[in-house]
């Protein structure tokens, strides 16, 4: 025997509304148990960046040369207190003692594969930095002098630190004298 029309809509409307309940009352549940561990500890897959108030910045002066360029580690650790992300190049340039820029800005090298690098609370990361002797390059273009320091960015932000470190500089922009690789795992 077949239910008037008026059961049949009034039926549908208790199945509908009998689903949008189980959604309301089971989604969340379920959206916890899929993020969670078995231990019951929510993940967060989303790391922060590192921020330059959270890195410290330095130079390992343990050089390696080659074909007139000098190559030293510019490394990066993470005092946070959690892990952070870096990706990409360092900003890198060579300054007076008044912190004056000298020349051009680091150019960026492909020697290394641009990745995101997690680093956990005092971890560290590197990027190979390149100082070709300014003797290679004419006097007139490069116009050879000491630089103080390096000025450096952490990737992809806009805060600078000072590295302390007399070297061959060009004072003329130009002449690429700095080189840099993106950062990877020490």
Known sequence: MLKPRHEMR?????????AITVALICGPVLAAAAS??????????????????ELVEWLDTDANGAAGTIYYKVEFTN????????RGYPGVSGIRLG??????????????????????????????????????????????????????????????KTIPFPFGACAKPGDLYLSIQAVKLS
């Open 36 to 53: 969670s561990t078995p231990s019951g500890a929510t993940l967060n897959p989303r790391v922060p960046s590192c921020t330059s108030a």
């Open 10 to 18: 009034a039926s549908r409307r208790t199945v509908v509304a009998g």
């Open 79 to 86: 005092l946070s207190g959690h892990s952070c992300t870096l």
């Open 99 to 160: 912190g004056a820029q000298l020349g051009s800005a680091a150019s960026r090298s492909v020697g290394t594969p641009v990745k995101t690098v997690t680093l956990g609370n005092g971890k560290t990361a590197i990027s190979a930095l390149g100082i070709t002797e300014v003797g290679n390059f004419p006097a007139s273009s490069c116009h050879p002098t000491t630089a103080a320091g390096l000025r450096v960015y952490a990737p992809n932000q806009t805060a600078a």
